[in-house]
């Protein structure tokens, strides 16, 4: 793994520096491990116009939208608190006539990602969505929604999705080294492809380790050093939701926000006071604590559930001596790399 220089930032330098007025804007994590923390520092500096991509409605597609800060949601699922009446700040907005929206199966979402993390203009999806208002209702992509074209080996009409590369994914995982590399596991749906289709990816996690953890157990990282832009240690950076082997969602704050939704007035009290009102991520903390206590905060910590050991050991003689050099040539892995940047070979 690549290490390629330090990119440990805050959040309001994170943001400030790859969140761009008029970006196209993608939240990496699905329903659990959200990077709620980083949404709300894009609300706090009111970012604008953005089209927002997010494949489950939740907390951070409504904060966003009440903030003024997304024209566009592209999405597979809405979240309408308080049901067609009560309806949500998405809701609401849409009604306005304030925010276009796009909508997909679940499927067609992730494959757009797909085709976008592989370099792939299109992605072919199942045929029956032709029959489905999904096909036939078109929003702000008009015809670039779907294409129907004639398969070159079958004849059959073919469906296909366009390419989904945003300008900046944010994610939130359970922890990366300095460099970037990120570390996840839990529920995948869209986590990996969301962050690898986009330009530019703003990492948080719960904790920064040493790069000697990282590459330990290497199957859990998700995100390689050289495709990150920043890396922020922001632990509970997911709360309200949850995070696999830290802790689990917080119902309360859940049900305070559901509420909220339910007018507008409301919703943006709820908005002056968590996020307006708490300068950045350490001061919501703190808010949270002063107002339900620090005990219903540490009763949401996960219970250790540990996976066991993989032995990375190979069964093979190994190219590396008992002193980690590479056997012909007489180098460290860092020493290779090093040659290979001054040689120009190494590309990050």
């Known amino acids: 793994m690549a290490q390629n220089g330090d990119k440990r930032m805050s959040a309001r330098e994170a943001v400030a520096e790859c969140v761009q007025d008029g970006d196209t804007l993608i939240i990496g994590n699905y329903t659990l491990c959200m990077a709620c923390g980083l949404v709300y520092e894009i609300v706090r500096q009111k970012k604008r116009n953005l089209t927002f991509c997010s494949q489950s409605g939740h907390v951070i597609d409504e904060v966003l939208v009440a903030g003024g800060c997304v024209d566009r949601l592209v999405t597979a699922y809405v979240l309408n608190a308080g049901g067609a009446e009560g309806g949500s700040a998405v809701a609401r907005a849409w009604k306005a006539g304030n925010l276009e929206l796009e909508d997909y199966t679940n499927f067609n979402y992730n494959a757009r990602l797909v085709a976008g993390m592989h370099g792939f203009s299109f992605q072919p999806v199942f045929e029956g969505i032709i029959h489905t208002d999904l096909f036939e209702k078109r929003g702000f992509m008009g015809d670039d929604k779907y294409k129907v ?12 999705v366009p390419a989904l590369n945003p300008d900046v994914c944010v994610i939130h995982v359970q922890r990366a080294d300095k460099f970037g590399n990120a570390q996840y596991w839990g529920a995948m749906g869209s986590v990996q492809a969301a962050a690898l289709a986009s330009k530019r990816i703003i990492v948080s996690c719960e ?7 990282i590459q330990a157990s290497p199957h859990f990282t998700i995100i390689p050093a050289h495709r990150v832009n920043a890396v922020i240690e922001m632990p509970w950076g997911a709360h309200p939701s949850d995070v696999v082997g830290y802790y689990n969602a917080d119902r309360i704050a859940f049900a305070v926000f559901m509420m ?24 919501y903390l703190k808010h949270h604590i002063d107002r339900y206590g620090f005990n219903t905060l540490n009763a949401l910590k996960a219970r250790a559930f540990y996976s066991a050991p ?19 040539l007489g180098i460290t892995l860092t020493e290779l790399e090093d040659f290979m940047k001054e040689k120009g070979v190494l590309y990050e």
């Open 149 to 160: 074209i004639k398969c070159p080996f079958t004849g059959k009409d073919t469906v296909l």
């Open 260 to 283: 909220a939704l339910q007018s507008e007035k409301a919703t943006q009290d709820w908005l002056a006071e968590w996020i307006y009102g708490c300068k950045d991520h350490e001061a």
């Open 310 to 328: 993989a032995n990375y050991g190979a069964a093979f003689t190994s190219v590396w001596d008992d002193k980690d050099r590479e056997r012909t």
């Open 207 to 213: 904790e920064i380790v040493e790069h000697d953890v």
